[in-house]
């Protein structure tokens, strides 16, 4: 049995979703009007002040759909209970490639990470990592 084009279609739509987590990064996300959103997930516990009234706000500036959840079922969803902070943000990662894809491509580099425990310092790799590409651009 093969797999219709409408399910392709939509496989291959949330292959490029990332979801993030946390008051600050979710911010962050909703300002930065460059980047898609796909979906906003609150925790219904949270109460609306703060930080979380900035998240709302900046929402419904964006339009951007709100999901609420019991913090049980936000926590799946983030996949760190610990520090989700009852926010999570869905955005579309407009470069996303799968290995197919890159493996079609004629050069890239890749960084392959396993086992970061702390966001901090996955963070940190993201950004060393973007600013070495624009270094890396600038010299080609």
């Known amino acids: 049995m093969q797999d219709s084009q409408e399910y392709k279609d939509k496989k ?54 709100i999901t609420y959840h019991e913090k049980n079922s936000l926590s799946r969803i983030s996949k760190n209970a610990k520090q989700d902070q009852g926010v999570a943000i869905d955005v579309i990662s407009k470069t996303y490639l799968n290995a197919v894809e890159l493996k079609s491509m004629s050069s890239f580099r890749l960084i392959a990470l396993d086992g970061i425990q702390n966001p901090q310092n996955l963070g940190m790799i993201i950004r060393s990592c973007a600013a070495g590409k624009c270094r890396w651009n600038n010299t080609s």
Request: neutral net charge; charged residues 25%; without cysteine.
């Open 12 to 65: 291959a739509f949330f292959e490029k979703i990332i979801t993030l987590y946390g008051r600050n990064v979710v911010i962050e996300a909703l300002q930065d009007s460059s980047i898609e959103v796909h979906k906003l997930h609150m925790a219904s516990s949270n109460k609306p002040d703060g930080a979380v009234k900035t998240i709302l706000e900046l929402a419904k500036t964006r339009n951007i759909d």
